[in-house]
Structures are given as C-alpha cells and as structure tokens.
C-alpha cells in the first residue's frame, strides 16, 4: 500500500455519537363493555408520556378482544382523546375515532400520539386521556370513560 493511502486512511475515524436514551411513565386502563347483544368487548388503554432530550409526546395504545364477535359491530362511537399536559395543563391533544377498527376485528390494536412539544421547562409531564363511546342499540346514549393518566415525568 502506498504512503498516500496508509495517510489518508488514517484520516478517516467514524465515531458514533451518543444517542439520548428515552424514557417513558405509563398508566394502564382497562375496561369491559357489556355488549347486550353480541359479545362483550374488553378494552385496555395504556397511556404513556414518552420522552426525549428534546422533547414529550403522549401516547395511547388501545387494545382490543371482542371474542367471538361473529361479525356484530358493538360500538356506534369509540374516540379516544389523548392530551400530553404540564402540571394538569394541556399542552398537546390528539382524537381517534377507531370505532371502525374495534367493529371490523375481533382483536387488535392501535395507537394515537399527541403532537411533540418541546420541554421547556423541565418536570410536571403527564399523559391523560378520555373515551367517548355510544354501544350500538343499547339505548342508552353516549357515555364517557374518564382514564388514568400516567405518572409524572421530567
């Protein structure tokens, strides 16, 4: 190998930067819904506020099992409502309507993520979140399911 080569080579160091780790505080929230007519429906939500060094977002992984649904649609409205909040201040929401989903399978999953905010300033991060549903032919309207948020975060 030529002088040139043995130099140049040595020029060249790749060093990896480090990365910022993520963290994370979660709430789990589960629920079973009496379908009067079809199965019933069990529901969990996790809400998460995640976190980076440069910034927070809050997440909500909905996950269902219908059981033997035998192709019923138990749900006329499911949304899911998901706000990333400072001190019980919301900073962030983000909407699911994931009706549609719940009713087109017996099992699944989905999640909705509020908008990044930049933490300024550090402490008080919460995730926390509201379902809205309306069970199809039950006769009874709409109702809310207030969820747990997740712990604070810095």
């Not at 079973?32 to 992984?61: E, H, K, M, Y």
């Not at 909407?95 to 909705?112: E, L, Q, V």
Request: hydrophobic share 40%.
């Amino acid at each position: 190998m030529s002088a040139f080569l043995m130099a140049s080579s040595a020029l060249f160091t790749v060093v990896a930067a480090p990365t910022a780790e993520a963290a994370s505080q979660c709430q789990k929230n589960t629920r079973r819904f009496d379908i009067p007519w079809a199965s019933d429906v069990s529901v969990t939500i996790q809400l998460c506020v995640n976190g980076t060094a440069s910034s927070r977002r809050a997440v909500a992984t909905v996950t269902w099992d219908r059981g033997d649904a035998n192709g019923a649609s138990p749900f006329e409205k499911f949304d899911v409502f998901v706000r990333l909040e400072r001190n019980d201040v919301s900073k962030s929401t983000r909407h699911g309507d994931i009706d549609f989903k719940i009713n087109g399978s017996d099992w699944g999953a989905t999640a909705i993520a509020s908008g990044a905010v930049v933490p300024q300033p550090r402490g008080g991060w919460t995730a926390d979140g509201v379902v809205y549903y309306n069970i199809n032919n039950d006769g009874e309207g709409q109702k809310t399911w207030s969820l747990t948020g997740s712990p604070k975060m810095n």
